[in-house]
């Protein structure tokens, strides 16, 4: 009886850890580097097909991530409208997976078997934050009317996110802590949107210096947004029969998340487990499986800048208006206990059902070595969460320039930048060198006007086309020339 009791023991922990190797074992970062090297290189077309290939499989918990991928490809292949539709897609995806996620403890408990690739993904915080950026940014690019409260929903959802990142001090019932207020920096784009937006109408100027100031506050460095504030205070937006183009560079390759094993996670279970085999009477194998969690992965520290010329001549440098890198970064190392505390937790019940599995059946050395087996396969076959939206640029980064209105050549060229430290991280001196091909293609300026531009650099040369707001199907001669190939 007890024989046949541990067989299917053994067995339940087998079908578990098949489960678990079916689910797993190649983490969704690693599926997707493919993807991710396709667009870097400039084969758009293939990082679409493989897109699509990877959509037809269905995977429930990473279509939304593979829609967030789908946006970036479609925004910087010149079709801001679609990506603004699939944005809006996940945006509501993410707020419904968020409300649920609270409430569904069956999915925890899964997670707890499992891993944290068992519970739906609502996203990380940068990422509900830069979903509002990119539906702005998208939606600037076509039409424009929607922008604005996209822009607003950028900080209403990180004071969102903060506010409910407030938990009681653990060391004192009667304080509580929110470490996202410490750690979350604010994102400086959304006022800065604001800004030129409200700008371009010549009304509500103390609006428009307001947001400029919360510009320079948040995003000290950008200097262009001293230039700006000091110009909204005068109710100046250009001089007669002039207009104003907006340069927003994604410059860089941006944050993803690969699994690595925590070794002192792994250094604790093999003494914790030794020290029970060596006061057990029962055989206890020392536990050495590896505990994974996600790192995020930054590639490049060194983050070119875009050198923008109209008709030939140097007009404007971008400057670092938001670092998604930093940001993803330094939200991930305030989470991290979070991750750390879910993977001791699991494992820990693990080994307790494994255990008293053993204990409640008396099991004989045999079954219980093969026990010992089938919980180490168990555990070794958990994966770390690395879903994430990986086709995200390292940095968002923009430049003003005020032109005669008229038909201009804009060219845009990637250029070095050269890091100086500074007290609160990295302090950046664009230099002169420069990296890559010109890119160029005709703009047509309105005197009093807004015209915007995005292009997307995540190496040293444009992938997909210069994106321009004041595009339509008349404007089929101002083609994107040197374009990168597919």
């Known amino acids: 009886m007890k024989l046949l009791i541990g067989i299917k023991l053994f067995f339940y922990f087998f079908v578990i850890s098949v489960l678990v190797a079916v689910s797993g074992c190649a983490s969704f970062g690693e599926r997707q580097l493919k993807i991710r090297n396709y667009f870097e290189q400039g084969r758009i077309e293939t990082a679409q097909k493989e897109l699509d290939k990877s959509l037809k499989k269905k995977r429930r918990s990473e279509i939304d991530l593979l829609k967030l991928n789908q946006s970036i490809v479609k925004l910087c292949s010149g079709n801001p409208r679609e990506a603004e539709k699939l944005l809006r897609e996940v945006r509501n995806s993410f707020d419904e997976n968020e409300r649920e996620r609270a409430i569904n403890i069956a999915e925890k408990a899964v997670s707890m078997l499992a891993d944290d690739n068992a519970v739906s993904y609502a996203g990380e915080d940068y990422e509900k934050v830069l979903i509002r950026v990119f ?56 006022p800065y949107l604001i800004g030129a937006m409200q700008e371009e109408t010549l009304r509500n100027y103390d609006d428009v210096t307001k947001a400029y100031a919360t510009v320079c506050n948040w995003e000290p460095d950008f200097v262009q947004g001293q230039r700006d504030l000091e110009r909204a205070r005068t109710g100046f937006h250009s001089a007669p029969g002039h207009g104003v183009v907006y340069v927003f560079g ?75 890198g930093r940001m993803a970064e330094e939200q991930f190392e305030a989470v991290k206990p ?17 255990y008293g599995s053993k204990e409640m059946m008396d099991a004989n050395p045999w079954i219980s070595l093969a026990m010992e087996l089938g919980g180490f396969l168990w555990e070794t076959l958990e994966t770390a969460d690395t879903r994430c939206w990986n086709l995200l640029p390292a940095e968002i980064q923009a430049a003003r320039i005020e032109v005669p209105a008229g038909k201009h050549r804009l060219s845009l060229q990637s250029s070095g930048q050269v890091f100086s430290l500074s007290a609160d991280g990295y302090r950046r001196s664009p230099s002169s060198t420069r990296l890559g091909k010109e890119h160029s293609r005709t703009i047509q300026v309105d005197a009093g006007r807004n015209t915007y531009v995005l292009a997307n650099f995540p190496t040293n040369n444009l992938i997909g086309q210069i994106v321009v707001s004041n595009e339509n199907d008349d404007n089929n001669d101002n083609e994107n020339e040197n374009s990168s190939p597919e």
């Open 135 to 190: 539906l702005a940014l998208s939606n600037l690019m076509y039409d424009g009317t929607d922008a604005p409260a996209y822009a607003l929903q950028i900080g209403q959802k990180q004071n969102e996110i903060i506010q409910n990142g407030t938990v009681k001090d653990p060391n004192n019932e009667h304080k509580t802590l929110n470490l996202k207020a410490e750690s979350y920096r604010q994102v400086a784009i959304g």
């Open 250 to 324: 994604l410059v860089g390759a941006g944050p993803y998340k690969l699994q690595q094993n925590c070794e002192v996670l792994q250094a604790a279970q093999f003494w914790i487990t030794l020290s029970l085999a060596m006061s057990s009477q029962r055989p206890i194998i020392p536990d050495f499986a590896p505990v994974m969690i996600p790192v995020v992965v930054r590639p490049y520290e060194v983050v070119p800048s875009l050198t923008v010329s109209i008709d030939g001549k140097w007009s404007a440098q971008t400057e670092t208006l938001t670092d998604i």
């Open 338 to 354: 979070q991750i750390i505390a879910r993977a001791v937790i699991r494992r820990s019940l693990k080994k307790g059902i494994m």
